[in-house]
T-cell receptor
């Protein structure tokens, strides 16, 4: 079965508000995590990653938080925009070559 | 910069026909290469990966095969397509402790 899963399959957020997308993982030995954004009809696009020696990493309007104690990963999007509407996947490194993906959360931004 | 190309973008094939999907990467040498399938509204299922020319690892038993005839070329094939082969096929490069980067996929419909 999947070792990475998202808490909620859908998220509706008002434009301008902050979004938080959550992800749980089961392998306590995982050392590398990635967030992807997938727009309709396109391939997943890399957003941000984090290694297990960190608990927070920031990008442009996005922040990833890693809580290794409870094996939880989250993606925060500041000032959500209509262009942020997409499916978001978390992924963890499964071995030297492979990633394990969650099922994805669909984010819909309301105008 | 690195780029990844997949073609065709969409394909409609009859049951029992052969398949060849091609993926090429530019701007990097000896990349890890991956083929995924994504069912509608679902996550990504790893089909094959390759760490070098002629080296193919298969993740799930199936009707498909993969080949890597050149360093930056990855091909997904089938001799006889089944209805269950329909889906969105994604090629990616990267991996290990680095993100995987995806192409824009091929939408395959089997009739």
């Amino acid at each position: 079965g999947e070792s990475v899963g998202l808490h909620l399959p859908t998220l509706s957020v008002q434009e301008g508000d902050n979004s938080i997308i959550n992800c749980a993982y089961s392998n306590s030995a995982s050392d590398y995590f990635i967030w992807y954004k997938q727009e309709s009809g396109k391939g997943p696009q890399f957003i941000i990653d984090i290694r297990s020696n960190m608990d927070k990493r920031q990008g442009q309007r996005v922040t990833v938080l890693l809580n290794k104690t409870v094996k939880h990963l989250s993606l925060q999007i500041a000032a959500t925009q209509p262009g942020d509407s997409a499916v978001y996947f978390c992924a963890e490194r499964a071995d030297d070559y492979k990633l394990s993906f969650g099922a994805g959360t669909t984010v819909t931004v309301r105008a | 910069s690195q780029t990844i190309h997949q073609w065709p973008a969409t394909l409609v094939q009859p049951v029992g026909s052969p398949l060849s999907l091609e993926c090429t990467v530019e701007g990097t040498s000896n990349p890890n290469l991956y083929w995924y399938r994504q069912a509608a509204g679902r996550g990504l299922q790893l089909l094959f990966y390759s760490v070098g020319i002629g080296q193919i690892s298969s993740e799930v038993p199936q009707n498909l095969s993969a080949s890597r005839p050149q360093d930056r070329q990855f091909i997904l094939s089938s001799k006889k397509l089944l209805l269950s082969d329909s889906g969105f096929y994604l090629c990616a490069w990267g991996g290990g402790s680095q993100p995987q980067h995806f192409g824009d996929g091929t939408r395959l419909s089997i009739l």
